[in-house]
């Protein structure tokens, strides 16, 4: 059945920190060996409230929900029996049977002296089902905390706000990711084994990937080259093996080993000097049916030099 509510989700959110890396060098002398700690101590409890609003903005507490656009709420009924329509204020104001006016005195405002408007985070770890009201809620609060919560690991790799100690993480999409990650990895190690079968495959996929093997590396060592490149970065080796124009790039590759390709500036220029252009350009021009002769010729002093090697 479809989870259909105007304020709530069906998402599981792991509020996770962040690994601390060079944050305690300087700090304790074994800082390297705490580099996966976001905290110095053990069993922290760190407790967070809704930030409050410069003098520029009229001070108070932050506004995490509208008191506006109502919509239908459908676990909460009116006298007769029928959903209510509630603005976000409204409806959470009858589930936590209190005002949550943001602007009402600090002695009777929820957000600054009610207990469950601040979120505790024991053990540097937190579960928070959306679907459940006063999870929302703490949820709510702990993203106004913008500076010190990362909105995912993404947000998170590509900010890298220096006061960020927590990341929230959607556990269904990072199931996701672990399957994808997997796979990726399944199928790279799948491709690695194809083509460490032969010396030449090692060879040509290297030339491809942009490196130039040593004629003299012997089998153990082109494996490790390969190995290298698919350590680094599985998605990228995966790409180029299974590229649709991976023999047009071998072609190419082996065109300017044979020196009848020359590349300048990632312009590539025939040894009569004829400028064709980009790579994607080269690949096109060779496949042309008035070029095939040239490249006919080209094939020739390849197969040329593969008899030699």
Same mark, same amino acid.
């Given at each position: 059945?479809?989870?259909?509510?105007?304020?709530?989700?069906?998402?599981?959110?792991?509020?996770?920190?962040?690994?601390?890396?060079?944050?305690?060098? !300087?700090?304790?002398?074994?800082?390297?060996?705490?580099?996966?700690?976001?905290?110095?101590?053990?069993?922290?409890?760190?407790?967070?409230?809704?930030?409050?609003?410069?003098?520029?903005?009229? !001070? !108070?507490?932050?506004?995490?929900?509208?008191?506006?656009?109502?919509?239908?709420?459908?676990?909460?009924?009116?006298?007769?029996?029928?959903?209510?329509?509630?603005?976000?204020?409204?409806?959470?104001?009858?589930?936590?049977?209190?005002?949550?006016?943001?602007?009402?005195?600090?002695?009777?405002?929820?957000?600054?002296?009610?207990?469950?408007?601040?979120?505790?985070? +024991?053990?540097?770890?937190?579960?928070?089902?959306?679907?459940?009201?006063?999870?929302?809620?703490?949820?709510?609060?702990?993203?106004?905390?913008?500076?010190?919560?990362?909105?995912?690991?993404?947000?998170?790799?590509?900010?890298?706000?220096?006061?960020?100690?927590?990341?929230?993480?959607?556990?269904?999409?990072?199931?996701?990711?672990?399957?994808?990650?997997?796979?990726? $990895?399944?199928?790279?190690?799948?491709?690695?084994?194809?083509?460490?079968?032969?010396?030449?495959?090692?060879?040509?996929?290297?030339?491809?990937?942009?490196?130039?093997?040593?004629?003299?590396?012997?089998?153990?060592?082109?494996?490790?080259?390969?190995?290298?490149?698919?350590?680094?970065?599985?998605?990228?080796?995966?790409?180029?093996?299974?590229?649709?124009?991976?023999?047009?790039?071998?072609?190419?590759?082996?065109?300017?080993?044979?020196?009848?390709?020359?590349?300048? +500036?990632?312009?590539?220029?025939?040894?009569?000097?004829? $400028?064709?252009?980009?790579?994607?350009?080269?690949?096109?021009?060779?496949?042309?049916?008035?070029?095939?002769?040239?490249?006919?010729?080209?094939?020739?002093?390849?197969?040329?030099?593969?008899?030699?090697?």
């Amino acid at each position: 059945m479809v989870f259909n509510h105007p304020y709530l989700k069906d998402k599981i959110i792991d509020v996770k920190p962040v690994e601390a890396g060079q944050k305690w060098k !300087g700090i304790v002398s074994n800082y390297r060996e705490k580099e996966n700690d976001p905290f110095l101590f053990k069993k922290v409890v760190k407790s967070f409230e809704l930030p409050l609003n410069s003098a520029s903005k009229g !001070g !108070g507490v932050a506004i995490i929900m509208d008191s506006v656009t109502k919509s239908v709420c459908p676990d909460v009924m009116n006298d007769a029996g029928k959903p209510e329509e509630l603005t976000e204020q409204e409806y959470f104001e009858k589930i936590i049977g209190k005002s949550l006016n943001p602007y009402l005195p600090k002695d009777t405002n929820f957000w600054r002296m009610d207990s469950r408007a601040r979120v505790q985070i +024991r053990d540097a770890r937190l579960r928070l089902d959306l679907k459940s009201p006063m999870d929302m809620l703490k949820f709510k609060i702990l993203s106004a905390n913008n500076s010190k919560f990362a909105a995912s690991p993404q947000a998170y790799r590509t900010i890298r706000r220096a006061s960020y100690e927590y990341v929230f993480t959607n556990v269904d999409e990072m199931r996701d990711e672990t399957l994808e990650r997997l796979e990726l $990895e399944a199928k790279a190690y799948s491709l690695f084994d194809s083509v460490c079968k032969s010396e030449s495959d090692m060879r040509d996929f290297l030339r491809v990937a942009g490196k130039s093997p040593s004629d003299v590396s012997n089998i153990k060592q082109l494996k490790a080259s390969v190995g290298k490149l698919m350590e680094d970065d599985r998605e990228i080796f995966v790409e180029i093996l299974d590229d649709p124009l991976y023999e047009d790039k071998l072609f190419i590759a082996d065109g300017r080993r044979a020196g009848n390709i020359d590349l300048n +500036r990632n312009i590539y220029t025939l040894d009569s000097g004829v $400028e064709i252009g980009t790579l994607s350009d080269t690949i096109h021009w060779f496949n042309k049916e008035e070029n095939q002769e040239t490249r006919l010729r080209v094939q020739a002093m390849i197969d040329q030099l593969r008899e030699i090697e």
